[in-house]
């Protein structure tokens, strides 16, 4: 029996795995109780983790695409290592360093993510490296930085939300994205406190509201500007606070003064009586936490929307008071910690900043090389891939823990892209969509066959033990990176071993925002988790943040004035409606993990519609409907339902699809997509029924 934790998401609940052996080398997976942030309970998700073990179709081989059939053949390790290694070093010296390119994940562990920054810097020298946390929670990292100075998605203890009294959940359908946190939302409202939320779809998060607001999506930026202006106009703005802990309120006092109610209504759909309704209970509670998640996050003014709702919970005094504040909830596995250890393009371990010299020689020393050896920043996410294969760009891509044919926005060109390289390689457990397309496809241990620590979304640095071995032929992430490392003849070496890695990683981190220092496996072991930063071994950790200052130069949160722009893409008369995408409870990010475990369901795409939309083109539940972009289209069935805008459509993005319609737009700051947002037409098709009922046939652009 293995205490650890889950594969998939942020909440990163604890659970017991039991080795039940037998053919399929079986793990049961049992409750932890113990384990405080999810107290024994696990979603559906979580309960069939073990599914992946022992199927059929796990990879167990290194493949290599072989010249004369163009299909993937099985290898030898050291065949697949010595090519790759042969290629890259040949490109380096005919193309410069920069011809190489790493893609990472934000579900890789801290000693994976530390270990593949490293990697890029030292082994291949490129500064192209980047990662699918600049698609997660990019826009709330870079508005946290420039808000509070530091950007770690809750700096309180998710618990905490019990404690509050109002509680404005913006963009977050969190009973389906982290089902236990659920529980939270139900014990507050029992002690008499209030829910709030705001999403263009009635979603089971806002069957759990005492106020739902459903504005148009992308304008939940002019919601908070109109939300300010009541606040400010009805003398609820704690000026105390605000002169004591804030710079910059008058500019934000003057930028809001023109969004009256009705404007609002407006721009968002959402009433004038009910924008007063929301700003009446906020003014009159001593405890108000706003919380962010993707729905107001994943746009290009994604920045701009998270700053415009911080402004609404300084403004009222609650950052840094207890139980109450702004916060983002963070979204993969390890999305904190995997944004704090140098798989970004513009950093280096402990969230220091890869163009600071001081940050660039602490790190040099730590790995053991001169400090003008260390490149530069490089490339964020989409605008690497957007330069695969052209002139100038990367010839070589090397992929660790993300989809990209499925989840990248405008995926059709980005598919393009990676079909330009002269070399893409694949490290995954199975034969992702992206893996696939390949010329070398490494097969990698899944989680409980390894361990490694991950950072949840309170900043929780959690352990996950190795609870089984892995299947023969199956070799870590870190043992893939230091095989290559040793074979471009790195100036350093690269370990295998975990602990030993977060021991370095630690060092790295020191002094650094987010310092781990003080952190090791047995303390996490003990102490169900530690809160960083935490600079040495007698420290306790920092499960909350700003009770007396904030981490900026002088401890003073910064003010943004902002103001509304609205999506890239607007509806028109050949696009007339809002296509918005996210998730369904059942199924995990591109689903490559979770379409394949058996009893998860796995229906295909769908278009989610209401009733009124529904019966103007002429569709009924269920029928055929195609939806197109100005980039592609995508054929699936109607689910008509009367909880979602008339004006807006919804299309999971768990499968191959929903990204061919999604827009490339970036937010100017974070280089965040504009995944929520875009303008769509749709038209019914002909039933087509088999005995299975609609088919959701998918065609490309
Ligand atoms: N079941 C499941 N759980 C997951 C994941 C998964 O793939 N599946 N992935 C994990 C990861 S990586 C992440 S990032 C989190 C994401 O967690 P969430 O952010 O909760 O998930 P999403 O479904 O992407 O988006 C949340 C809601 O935003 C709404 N929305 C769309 N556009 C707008 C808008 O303009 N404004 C507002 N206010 N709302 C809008 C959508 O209708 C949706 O209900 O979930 C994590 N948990
Ligand atoms: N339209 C639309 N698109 C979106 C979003 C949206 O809301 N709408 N959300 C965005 C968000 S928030 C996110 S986080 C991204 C996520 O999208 P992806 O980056 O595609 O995430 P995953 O599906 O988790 O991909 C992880 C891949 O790595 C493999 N893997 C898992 N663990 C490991 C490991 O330890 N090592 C290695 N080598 N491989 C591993 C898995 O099998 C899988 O193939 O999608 C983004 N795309
Ligand atoms: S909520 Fe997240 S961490 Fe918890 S069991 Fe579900 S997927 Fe796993
Ligand atoms: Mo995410």
């Known amino acids: 029996m293995t205490n650890t934790h889950c594969p998939y998401c942020s909440l990163q609940c604890g659970m017991t795995l039991t080795a039940a052996g037998g053919a399929r080398a079986a793990l049961e997976v049992q409750a932890w109780p113990e384990f405080p942030v999810n107290e024994g309970a696990l979603c559906r998700k979580g309960w069939t983790a073990a599914g992946l073990r022992g199927h059929r179709e796990r990879l167990t081989t290194p493949l290599v695409r072989d010249l004369a059939t163009g299909e993937l053949r099985a290898t030898g390790w050291d065949e697949a290592l010595d090519l790759v290694a042969g290629q890259l070093s040949a490109m380096r010296s005919e193309h410069g360093p920069d011809s190489v390119a790493v893609f990472g994940g934000g579900g890789l562990t801290n000693e994976k993510a530390y270990q593949l920054g490293k990697f890029a810097r030292v082994a291949l020298g490129t500064s192209q490296i980047d990662y699918n946390g600049r698609w997660c929670m990019s826009s709330a990292a870079s508005a946290g930085n420039k808000a509070f100075g530091i950007d770690r998605g809750l700096p309180f203890p998710l618990a905490d939300i019990e ?47 005492d106020q739902f607001l459903q504005p148009v999506p992308g304008t939940d930026l002019a919601l908070a500007l109109g939300l300010l202006h009541l606040l400010e106009a009805s003398g609820a703005v704690d000026e105390e606070y605000v002169a004591a802990r804030t710079v910059g309120f008058d500019d ?44 107001a996050e994943q746009h290009s003014q994604g920045t701009d929307t998270v700053l415009a709702w911080i402004n609404v919970a300084l403004a009222l005094g609650m950052c840094g008071k207890e139980h109450a504040g702004y916060g983002c909830l963070t979204g993969q596995g390890n999305g904190q910690g995997g944004r704090e250890h140098g798989q970004k393009a513009d950093q280096l371990p402990g969230y220091r900043m890869i163009d600071d010299p001081e940050a660039r020689a602490h790190v040099a ?84 066959e390894e361990s490694g620590t991950m950072t949840n979304l309170e900043g929780r640095v959690i352990l996950r033990e190795r609870a089984a071995a892995p299947p023969a032929g199956v070799r870590s992430d870190l043992d893939v990176i230091a095989g290559l490392a040793t074979r471009l003849d790195s100036p350093v070496g690269f370990s295998v071993e975990p602990e030993e890695i977060f021991a370095e990683l630690g060092r790295a981190s020191a002094g650094g925002k987010a310092d781990y220092a003080g952190i090791d496996y047995a303390r996490i072991r003990a102490e169900h988790g530690v809160f960083w930063p935490c600079p040495t071994a007698a420290h306790p950790g920092t499960p909350r943040m700003f009770a007396d200052s904030f981490a900026t130069s002088d401890g003073l949160a910064r003010f943004h004035a902002v103001g509304h722009v609205g999506a890239a893409e607007q509806p028109c008369s050949d696009y007339p409606v809002h296509l918005t995408t996210g998730r369904v409870l059942s199924q995990y990010q591109s689903g ?14 769908f278009v989610e519609m209401h009733p009124m939309l529904a019966d103007r083109i002429g569709v009924i539940d269920g029928q055929s409907v195609r939806i197109a972009t100005r980039r592609g289209q995508l054929l699936a069935p109607a689910r008509v339902v009367p909880t979602i805008r008339p004006d807006t459509v919804f299309v999971p993005f768990h499968w191959v699809g929903a990204n061919r319609l999604t827009n490339d737009a970036l937010d100017p700051s974070s280089r965040m997509p504009e995944f929520k947002v875009c303008a769509a037409v749709l038209t019914a098709v002909p039933v087509s029924v088999t005995t299975s009922g609609v088919v959701p046939e998918v065609v490309g652009a």
Do not use: C
């Not at 490559?592 to 795409?605: F, K, S, Y």
């Open 163 to 209: 404690q509050t009294d109002v509680l404005v959940l913006v963009g977050s359908n969190l009973a389906e994205t982290m089902p236990p946190a659920a529980r939270h939302l139900d014990r507050l409202r029992e002690r008499g406190g209030r829910v709030v939320v705001i999403d263009p779809r009635r979603t089971s998060t806002a069957d759990r509201a």
């Open 252 to 295: 934000v006092r003057r930028s809001v003064a023109g969004w009256w109610p009705e404007r609002v209504e407006r721009v968002t759909g959402v009433a004038a009586g009910e924008l007063r309704e929301l700003a009446d209970l906020l003014a009159s509670s001593e405890r108000v936490m706003v919380l962010t998640a993707r729905g």
């Open 365 to 448: 020393a730590v790995w053991g090389v001169q400090p003008e050896s260390l490149p530069g920043r490089g490339r964020s996410a989409y605008e690497l891939l957007d330069a695969l294969g052209t002139t100038g760009g990367p010839k070589a891509l090397l992929v660790f823990g993300s989809n990209i044919v499925v989840s990248a926005p405008n995926a059709t060109h980005v598919t393009q892209r990676l079909n330009d390289l002269d070399l893409l390689v694949v490290a995954d457990m199975v034969l992702s969509e992206t893996a696939a397309m390949a010329d070398v496809v490494f097969p990698v241990t899944q989680w409980a």
């Open 592 to 605: 490559a993990q979770t379409r394949r475990v058996r009893e998860l369901p796995d229906n295909g795409p």
